[in-house]
């Protein structure tokens, strides 16, 4: 056996997969030269909840794999199939890497000429073809690490004194002898790790690299960065790098490694310049996220107590004559409810995550609304005050919300500015079979976002870059199926492509892969996870069939005039509210195997859309949809909409 390749999974199936089929295309090249049965691929999954074990399990029945029942760390994963390898060679990869077809040629050649290789690895570039500068690095003494963490280090890329941490005064097209190999890719001969040892399970995750590496060097072997291959690395996808909690994790391995290896006065120093680096950073990261959280909700609360500040002595100068006809407590208690109820209907609609979008903001407002009418039906007539003013503060805040955000995308101010409604013009190079399967997957995630499709047969015809930015294309597509790996990570690498998101699709897969987003075919009927089946998510149903009835109730004498069946509307209101029916239900379609399936509800007055579905698999397709992402806001919108249709029978 000459070659054991070792993917340590954490919950990136689609990853993994596109990961598996391009070391399935290296291994048949390699064999090609080599024979059978010189390559062997190990996946280790640390307890994945995604199903990727019956993802491989299915798609890769020949991979040895190894399902852990916990999550082990990444060492002690890697070690698990190290010691049971036969290879010559151990490859040590991430799941979010895609290699080309002659990289185990290759690097096996190299390693085969350079036998005091004990490590090698490769030129690295993310999912938007940028160079990544960990591909090769020097040890983290304490004086690189410095230089590293005050920023010395990208002031003076070129300086072999500051530049050292990444080496960038060495060039990433050039072969050389260097201190650090990436664990993403990572070949070790089988020999070296038996002197070396296993890698040190004291790092549960990142530094492991360095201490393996530190001790290949240490053991008389080199290690060796390779840029003759070229290999994509979907950076991050595992773990979130921008995370309080990935600068701990991060930064304490490197505290671990000083302590093994460092003298005890330098790690001492070392120890101390990370713990400052950990507080810096963390302060930063942590202030940033309060700001990023509190700032728009701040800025709302403001501006609709300052309309209320506005409005009710105009008022009440108009409707009264008495600009202090309300008491003080109205400004003191009934306006700070109201804009609570308000921010946190935003919320609930996710008004304020980022970009923003102002469908979601009017729908939060309007929402809080209704919830404030509904509550302000049920107070006594003491704390009864102005609906009228209610509504105009309405007003005031869905304008001046909108008014806010407006200003700040004027000002380009990314973060708190409107979403840009941009439609994707995607290049498909692929021939129309597959465009037609891959145009279904993106279709469910652009909708009307989607512009047009763009088909193009490779066999026939070659889009180069200038085409391509003449076009102005928002996405291009690549058929695994149509082209090689290697013609890939050339496509992406190439930098005469401008703002175009490059894509690898799988048409008989089912999935799409880009560079900060996975399209995946909705099979809608294999979920088990249901926000139906979450006990807060049954609380929130039944609290708005009971208040809704009872609004419904208390204004029967108008919304009555509006049904067409009003005995039965009251028939159905007073059910709602003894539990024998809800507002909004699944649609029947007589078919048990599905509906069996999912969470158990009451009949429904309403179906979960507005508008008629005919067709019995969209139908089914929709109960599905209403049960996995189930929002109390979903039921607010369907009885908005079609509150006129709540004397039909039930569904």
Not at 17 to 33: D, G, H, N, T, W
Not at 534 to 549: C, G, M
Request: hydrophobic share 40%.
């Amino acid at each position: 056996m000459k070659l054991s390749v070792i993917i340590v999974n954490y919950n990136v199936k689609y990853f993994l997969a596109q990961c598996l089929l391009s070391v399935e295309k290296a291994k048949k090249e390699f064999e090609k030269i080599y024979g059978q049965d010189t390559i062997e691929t190990f996946v280790v999954d640390n307890a994945s909840k995604d199903n990727s074990c019956e993802y491989v399990k299915k798609h890769f029945p020949e991979v040895k794999l190894i399902e852990n029942k916990k999550n082990t760390g990444f060492s002690a994963a890697n070690n698990q199939a190290i010691k049971i390898s036969k290879g010559e060679y151990v490859l040590l990869l991430n799941p979010d890497i895609v290699i080309p077809e002659d990289t185990f040629i290759k690097i096996i050649n190299f390693a085969d000429s350079h036998p005091e290789a004990g490590g090698v690895g490769v030129k690295m570039s993310d999912g938007s073809g940028n160079f990544l500068p960990e591909s090769k690095r020097a040890f983290p003494s304490p004086a690189v690490s410095f230089y590293k963490i005050f920023g010395l280090s990208k002031l003076f890329p070129k300086s072999k004194r500051f530049g050292k941490y990444h080496l960038s005064y060495l060039h990433k097209n050039e072969t050389n002898e260097v201190d650090v190999l990436a664990g993403a890719f990572m070949l070790i001969r089988k020999s070296t790790i038996e002197k070396t040892g296993l890698l040190d399970e004291t790092f549960f995750m990142y530094g492991e690299d360095i201490d393996l590496s530190y001790r290949i060097t240490k053991s008389g072997f080199k290690n060796f960065y390779f840029p003759e291959v070229e290999i994509i690395h979907y950076k991050g996808e595992s773990t979130k790098k921008s995370s309080i909690n990935y600068v701990y994790v991060f930064y304490n391995a490197m505290i671990i490694f000083a302590k093994k290896h460092f003298k005890s006065k330098n790690a001492f120093l070392f120890s101390f310049l990370i713990k400052l680096a950990i507080i810096f950073r963390a302060s930063l990261s942590g202030m940033k996220r309060i700001f990023d959280v509190l700032f728009l909700p701040a800025c709302d609360i403001a501006v609709f107590f300052a309309g209320f500040y506005f409005l009710t002595p105009l008022w009440e100068s108009y409707k009264f004559h008495n600009p202090g006809h309300y008491p003080p407590e109205y400004m003191q208690y009934a306006v700070p409810s109201y804009i609570t109820i308000w921010i946190l209907s935003i919320i609930s609609s996710k008004g304020y995550r980022m970009p923003v979008d102002s469908k979601k903001l009017f729908k939060g407002i309007l929402s809080g609304t209704l919830i404030i009418l509904i509550i302000y039906s049920l107070l006594s007539e003491d704390y009864r005050y102005s609906r009228m003013l209610l509504i105009l503060g309405t007003v005031w805040a869905l304008f001046f919300a909108w008014l806010i955000r407006a200003v700040f995308t004027l000002l380009k101010i990314d973060k708190f500015s409107f979403q840009k409604r941009q439609k994707r013009k995607v290049l498909y190079l692929c021939n129309n079979e597959n465009c037609e399967k891959l145009s279904k997957i993106h279709k469910q995630y652009f909708e009307q976002d989607y512009d047009r499709i763009i088909c193009s047969d490779p066999e026939k015809k070659y889009v180069d870059a200038k085409t391509i930015n003449k076009n102005k294309m928002s996405d291009i597509v690549l058929c695994a199926g149509k082209f090689s790996y290697k013609e890939i990570i050339n496509f992406i690498t190439d930098k005469k492509i401008q703002n175009a998101k490059i894509e690898i699709g799988y048409p008989d897969k089912g999935f799409i892969i880009g560079s900060s987003e996975i399209f995946v075919q909705d099979n809608i009927f294999e979920t088990s996870e249901f926000n139906l089946n979450k006990e807060q998510s049954k609380a929130a149903k039944r609290l708005f069939d009971i208040t809704t009835a009872i609004f419904f109730l208390v204004f029967s004498p108008v919304f009555i005039l509006l049904t067409d069946n009003k005995l039965l509307f009251l028939k159905n209101l007073i059910k709602v509210i003894n539990g024998e029916l809800t507002f909004v239900g699944y649609i029947k379609t007589y078919d048990t195997e599905i509906t069996e399936k999912l969470p158990k509800l009451k009949n429904g007055i309403l179906p979960p859309v507005t508008y008629p579905v005919f067709d019995k698999e969209e139908a089914k397709k929709i109960n599905f949809r209403y049960a996995r992402n189930y929002h109390i806001t979903d039921d607010f919108y369907v009885v908005y909409k079609t509150f006129d249709k709540i004397s039909n029978k039930k569904l």
